[in-house]
Nanobody
Framework: QVQLVESGGGLVQPGGSLRLSCEVSESIFSIYTLSWYRQAPGKQRELVADITSSGSTFYRDLAKGRFTIYRDNAKNTVYLQMDMLKPEDTGTYYC???????????WGQGTQVTVSS
């Protein structure tokens, strides 16, 4: 059974940092593209950043210069380092794994990030 387990969310002040982690089942980690999405209350879920199995990264404008996505192959974990956080970064952050063939995809359960003073 494929699992994606996020952790690392919490409450942080504006300008602060958080690192989100997503541990991914070994069976898919080295093959799938891994992404972070987020969903603010009342809004649609949106892509934040992704990283392919070869390590190529993509960032939405909202993340450029502040967030870094990277993967640790030894730990089957993908991370999202978030710096200079803003109140508008508040939301539930989800890990997503996408089969490059477009056949399978999986979501994590989400982790809450709240940026507030």
């Amino acid at each position: 059974q494929v699992q994606l387990v996020e952790s690392g969310g919490g409450l942080v002040q504006p300008g602060g940092s958080l690192r989100l982690s997503c541990e991914v089942s070994e069976s898919i980690f080295s093959i799938y593209t891994l992404s972070w999405y987020r969903q603010a209350p009342g809004k649609q879920r949106e892509l934040v950043a992704d990283i392919t199995s070869s390590g190529s990264t993509f960032y939405r404008d909202l993340a450029k210069g502040r967030f870094t996505i990277y993967r640790d192959n030894a730990k089957n974990t993908v991370y999202l380092q978030m710096d200079m956080l803003k109140p508008e970064d508040t939301g539930t952050y989800y890990c997503y794994a996408d089969d490059p063939r477009g056949i399978y995809s999986y979501w994590g359960q989400g982790t809450q990030v709240t940026v507030s003073s």
